[in-house]
């Protein structure tokens, strides 16, 4: 499979735990993104890189989370001291470095924090 | 911020029926895509117009932009009830390439 995967598909974490998920985008794609998405909402841009470099983070990023991509290959983003409202599907999408093509997205990793 | 906004929220039809979907915008683009969901899955492409054209199809899908109404539309014709999911238009706001959502609009396709 050549699609964007992301491990794990699920989370279940208790407040105050780290939790890190992880995105393999497609091979070719140098860019790569993260949102964050709650139930009954449009999908909201948490950061993006392009290759290895972080090029824009969302001020929803707050300092208890961190996102890298070293080698420019796959991507981590890590919550630190995971609060309850923390809890949403995770989206990881990737392209080409152009303006006029599509980001293919992973299936989500759902974080539930109890 | 979100730079998309999908009207109707919600949109529920009969097979057979064409749905149509609205999506406004604040600031310029260089083009805007179509996205579809499944509950709780990721989202899949559906279509991109960029901001020269009027006018694109793909299938039953048919997409229009005005960019002097910051607008656009998605008609899906002859509507499945495997369509039913939930639509959002993206776009990458003047020279930034990261894509903002609206909403959503959610499509119900009754058998």
């Known amino acids: 499979d050549t699609g964007v995967s992301q491990d794990p598909r699920h989370k279940i974490t208790k407040r105050g735990q780290n939790v890190t998920f992880r995105c393999d985008p497609i091979?070719?794609?140098?860019?790569l993104y993260w949102y964050r998405q709650t139930l009954g909402q449009g999908p909201e841009f948490l950061t993006y890189f392009q290759n290895e470099a972080q090029l824009e983070k969302s001020r929803l990023l707050s300092d208890r989370f961190s996102a890298e991509r070293p080698k420019g290959s796959f991507s981590t983003l890590e919550i630190q001291r995971t609060e309850q409202g923390d809890s949403a599907m995770y989206l990881c999408?990737?392209?080409?470095?152009?303006?006029?093509?599509?980001?293919?997205f992973g299936q989500g990793t759902r974080l539930t924090v109890v | 911020s979100q730079q998309g906004e999908e009207d109707p929220q919600a949109l529920s039809i009969q097979e057979g029926e064409n749905a149509t979907m609205n999506c406004s915008y604040k600031t310029s683009i260089n083009n805007l895509q179509w996205y579809r969901q499944n509950s709780g899955r990721g989202l899949v492409h559906l279509i991109l117009?960029?901001?020269?054209?009027r006018e694109k199809h793909s299938g039953r899908l048919r997409v229009t932009l005005d960019t002097s109404k910051k607008s656009s539309s998605l008609l899906i014709t002859a509507s499945r009830a495997a369509d039913t999911a939930s639509y959002f238009c993206?776009?990458?706001?003047?020279?930034?390439?990261?894509?903002?959502f609206g909403k959503g609009t959610l499509l119900t396709v009754n058998p």
């Open positions: 091979s070719e794609h140098n860019r």
């Open positions: 999408a990737s392209s080409y470095r152009d303006f006029y093509t599509e980001a293919f």
């Open positions: 993206a776009t990458p706001p003047g020279s930034n390439y990261k894509l903002t």
């Open positions: 117009i960029r901001s020269n054209e």
